[in-house]
T-cell receptor, first 113, second 115 residues
Framework: ETGVTQSPTHLIKTRGQQVTLRCSSQ?????VSWYQQALGQGPQFIFQ???????GRGNFPPRFSGLQFPNYSSELNVNALELDDSALYLC????????????FGPGTRLTVT | DQQVKQNSPSLSVQEGRISILNCDYT??????FLWYKKYPAEGPTFLIS?????DKNEDGRFTVFLNKSAKHLSLHIVPSQPGDSAVYFC??????????????FGTGTSLTVIP
């Protein structure tokens, strides 16, 4: 059973650019959530996807968008990057029938300069 | 607005003693609580959870206590081991609705267990 993987590991972008982060869910999981973790903070919920549809969203602007694919892998897209978007982005997969048991990937460290 | 708070950024405990990590929340609608453990360069790992219908849940060396009237939960680790050294996050959620199951995390407590 493979765990949650994320790519890339690290990324450096310039303010105003766009970025796409990728996540492969754990086998058998149909739900994926994305979190932003700023330095010294806990993870903050961005949004969740279930069966390719957005199924909940935190307090993030529309320039944060996502996709979930039929194989349950997922992308997080951020447009018009700002300096404050610099953070660790975590993806977590789960099965809809097993509430709470989220499995996190190692994260993508995004630096915006 | 931080709905889940961990007011102790760090904690040091001797090996073999009890570690107690605390968490407070403000939203009375929360009815499910979890603890995650995070090692450097890894994502958080689920540790233990508790539903609001219980006041205690135990799993081996780990016990979570929930005090709903005080909106407080705690994680007890007994006995503490050096391998327990990590950052611990508490998280809370409302049971799934049509808006999904959004989890709110605290800022974490860094636990160091001294051999």
């Amino acid at each position: 059973e493979t765990g949650v993987t994320q790519s890339p590991t690290h990324l450096i972008k310039t303010r105003g650019q766009q970025v796409t982060l990728r996540c492969s869910s754990q086998s058998g999981h149909n739900t994926v959530s994305w979190y932003q973790q700023a330095l010294g903070q806990g993870p903050q919920f961005i949004f969740q996807y279930y069966r390719e549809e957005e199924n909940g969203r935190g307090n993030f602007p529309p320039r944060f968008s996502g996709l979930q694919f039929p194989n349950y892998s997922s992308e997080l897209n951020v447009n018009a990057l700002e300096l404050d978007d610099s953070a660790l982005y975590l993806c977590a997969s789960s099965h809809s029938g097993r509430f709470g048991e989220q499995y996190f990937g190692p994260g993508t460290r995004l630096t915006v300069t | 607005d931080q709905q889940v708070k961990q007011n102790s950024p760090s904690l040091s405990v001797q090996e073999g003693r009890i570690s107690i990590l605390n968490c407070d929340y403000t939203n009375s609608m929360f009815d499910y609580f979890l603890w995650y453990k995070k090692y450097p360069a890894e994502g958080p790992t689920f540790l233990i959870s508790i539903s609001s219908i219980k006041d205690k849940n135990e799993d081996g060396r780990f016990t979570v206590f929930l005090n709903k009237s005080a909106k407080h939960l705690s994680l007890h680790i007994v006995p503490s081991q050096p391998g327990d050294s990590a950052v611990y996050f508490c998280a809370a959620s409302v049971r799934p609705t049509n808006t999904g199951n959004q989890f709110y995390f605290g800022t974490g407590t860094s636990l160091t267990v001294i051999p």
